[in-house]
């Protein structure tokens, strides 16, 4: 079938790099984001969230930068794996408006 | 998955044809939605539940309309499928105590009408 990362920009990357994604919001009321995991064939997953009262958030391998003056939201991955290859996108909400506003995504492709 | 489940996974109908998708979660979230997926547009709204019997309408919701009679079910029905409906669709829940914003993804159905 037809892939959901056609059409999205590309980030290609060699493994063991570290790999960062931006995506820019529009609401500056927004103030809890979320970046998304998809695999082809699988549904979004939930990979690390961050409110807007903070500015950074890590993970295990992940780390989300938050710049509320620009609007601008990034994932870093450290040592980037195969296993990494996906389309990753970007939500926010308002509020506690439990309807969020998604991004188109980024296609990650990790060569070995 | 996060106990959420699809049911189907996959199927093929013909236009003019009414069609349910189901969604079940055994997570006791308060929130659910149904969404699709098509290649350039990303994940887009189409009906949502806050709670049984409880529910509205999203950004492409014309042509389905939805169902929650229990808390752990949420129906997608397309009242007589056309071509442009051919999508792949995504049950998501939210609103678990201590995690409300989160949202959490079935594994999606792939819809084909012919």
């Known amino acids: 079938g037809e892939s959901v990362g056609l059409h999205l920009p590309t980030l290609s990357v060699q493994e063991g790099d570290n790999s960062i994604i931006n995506c820019a919001y529009s609401n500056s009321a927004s103030d809890y984001f979320i970046w998304y995991k998809q695999e082809s064939g699988k549904g979004p997953q939930f990979i690390i969230d961050i409110r807007s009262n903070m500015d950074k958030r890590q993970g295990q391998r992940v780390t989300v930068l938050l710049n509320k003056t620009v609007k601008h939201l990034s994932l870093q991955i450290a040592a980037t794996q195969p296993g990494d290859s996906a389309v990753y996108f970007c939500a926010e909400t308002t509020g506690g408006s439990y309807i969020p506003t998604f991004g188109r995504g980024t296609s990650l492709i990790v060569h070995p | 998955d996060a106990g959420i489940t699809q049911s189907p996974r996959h199927k093929v109908t013909e236009t003019g044809t009414p069609v349910t998708l189901r969604c079940h979660q055994t997570e006791n979230h308060r929130y659910m939605y149904w969404y699709r997926q098509d290649p350039g547009h990303g994940l887009r709204l189409i009906h949502y539940s806050y709670g049984v019997k409880d529910t509205d309408k999203g950004e492409v919701s014309d042509g389905y309309s939805v169902s929650r009679s229990k808390t752990e079910d949420f129906l997608l029905t397309l009242e007589s499928a056309t071509s442009s409906q051919t999508s792949v669709y995504f049950c998501?829940?939210?609103?678990?105590?201590?995690?409300?914003?989160?949202?959490?993804f079935g594994p999606g159905t792939r819809l084909t009408v012919t």
């Open positions: 998501a829940i939210s609103g678990g105590a201590g995690l409300e914003d989160e949202q959490y």
